[in-house]
């Protein structure tokens, strides 16, 4: 939620991408003895819209938890027009282990990829912040009570990415395969 000074609500964004099995039970229907197996499960209905957070200073994209790993998601957050993305994320099932590092490190990508700073807090750490470079500006330690603040500069041009999403992936798999073809034709033509 993005509230106001007063306490108002101005935006809501409801969280798109469930983790399986966490905050819902996949095939359910078709699988019905998964019920049993997964007790205590959470079973959320998924958000739908991918809702952009005005603010005088910025526009937020905001990310709940493992969201901030799947690049075409994020994308379309940017690509709607958010220049600053917020990702909230509760790491403390990780545990001790390189899970929150590697957590982190993919908000990294998503900074690059789109060339959006990132504003990451976490509730077992690691929160911190990420300029549009992916230079980490300041971050907490794992496990460590922390403040932090930044200054931070909302992204003012899209990334190639943001813009034309996965397309020079495509070309890259699309000459690839035109390479093979063509070679194969000339090992049969010989």
Known sequence: MLLSPDGRTLSVYDKIHLVPYGEYVPLRKLLPFVEKLT???????PGKERVVMDTPFATIGNLICYEIIFPNLVRDFVHNGANVLVTITNDAWFGNTSAPYQHFGTAIFRA???RVPVVRAANTGISGFIDSKGRVLSKSDIFA???????????NKKS??????????FLCVGGTVLMFIRNYISKREK
Not at 39 to 45: K, V
Not at 145 to 155: H, N, R
Not at 160 to 169: E, I, L, M, N, W
């Open 160 to 169: 190639f990415y943001s813009q034309h999403g996965d397309v020079f992936a």
């Open 39 to 45: 007790g205590g499960i959470g079973d959320f209905m």
């Open 145 to 155: 009570e922390a403040v932090l603040t930044e200054g931070i500069s909302p992204a």
């Open 112 to 114: 690059v990829e789109n």
